[in-house]
């Protein structure tokens, strides 16, 4: 009895205990995203005639919006039409969304047609490939380039074919790296731009193959020293280009297009971005360097000296680009060189 007088006692305690516990709070309902409707006009850059009208385009604040092909026309792919606020401005990048553009609910853009389009990996492989055969062809001096009896002859000086194998190298790596390494954030190039990229290209690499393999070739100055310094800066610099290319590749993550800051790694080679902010295009512009004091050949000084002008402009503009987005970017940077541009 007294058992039976215990168990219900704990039972109605249990009851009690249940209804004192307090009772957890019904969530409030969320809120209901607020929407926001345009109206897009889209207009001819040249003509000015009106394209399209998207009446009621409804964006919420939370989400964004990409803007639909002009054309269904194949002729009329996505990456071949462009966007702009104003003719004069340049052109909307693809990952702008409409409601942090500065329009008011009524936006008018001006399309132009961009031409005809070839991946950047495509014109990369393109500009590689053909210095990397051009000049083959003036190494094994293949008939009509030189007189007909040094035809597939092969050069006795030593120099003429370590030049050749550090060339190769050069673009056969640009070509692997293009393949494996690069993840590039542009999509496409206009198709006219690859014969002015190749043309040059090509026809440096044929000037330059043209004297180093010429059977009256003349070694440098300061023989197997020179060459040696200058394969030393080569090899050293190909090796700090690479480093920086991988360094700049884990930075990002497939198909991301968001910017970070990069810095030096565990990598010793990495450790010149404490300097500057491009140093794929310092290694570059060393190897260049290095190539010119082993060949001692004016064509390679000269495409030496083009390559420093043009990668400096690129150089100045990423790193203008890195100020503009990060304001807490390292001060002590230069562009390409250390403490002077």
Not at 51 to 62: A, Y
Not at 63 to 87: H, M, N
Not at 290 to 314: D, K, R
Request: charged fraction near 20%; glycine fraction near 4%; proline fraction near 7%.
């Amino acid at each position: 009895m007294d058992v039976l007088a215990l168990e219900a006692k704990n039972v109605n305690g249990a009851e009690a205990e249940k209804k004192s516990a307090p009772r957890p709070k019904p969530k409030a309902p969320k809120k209901a995203k607020r929407i926001v409707y345009f109206e897009v006009e889209i207009v001819d850059l040249k003509t000015k005639e009106k394209l399209l009208l998207l009446d009621k385009v409804s964006v919420r604040m939370t989400e964004g919006v990409k803007f639909p092909p002009i054309s269904t026309d194949p002729k009329w792919y996505p990456a071949r039409q462009s966007l702009r606020l104003d003719p004069s401005m340049s052109c909307l990048r693809d990952e702008e969304v409409l409601q942090t553009l500065p329009v008011g609910t009524t936006a008018s853009f001006y399309f132009s047609d961009l031409g005809p389009q070839l991946t950047w990996g495509t014109v990369f492989l393109t500009e590689c490939a053909g210095p990397l055969i051009i000049y083959l062809m003036f190494y094994f001096r293949l008939p009509f380039i030189y007189s007909p009896k040094y035809d597939f002859t092969s050069s006795k000086h030593w120099v003429v074919h370590l030049a050749c194998i550090c060339h190769s190298f050069h673009y056969i790596k640009r070509i692997l790296e293009t393949l494996f390494v690069h993840r590039i954030s542009h999509g496409t190039m206009p198709l006219r731009n690859i014969f002015k990229n190749c043309g040059y290209y090509w026809c440096t690499a044929a000037w330059m193959a043209y004297y180093i393999n010429h059977p009256l070739y003349t070694t440098p100055y300061y023989g197997q020293q020179q060459v040696n310094i200058g394969l030393y800066i080569f090899l050293f610099c190909q090796v700090g280009n690479f480093s920086i290319h991988v360094a700049l590749r884990n930075l990002k993550s497939p198909g991301s297009k968001t910017k970070k800051i990069p810095y030096p790694t565990k990598n010793p080679f990495t450790w010149i971005f404490w300097l500057v902010s491009c140093p794929n295009y310092t290694y570059e512009l060393g190897s260049w360097i290095g190539f010119t004091v082993m060949t001692q050949c004016v064509p390679v000084a000269f495409f030496t000296l083009v390559a420093f002008i043009q990668m400096s402009v690129w150089a100045k503009g990423k790193h203008r680009s890195y100020l503009k987005e990060f304001r807490d970017y390292p001060t002590l940077r230069s562009s390409i060189l250390p403490f002077i541009l």
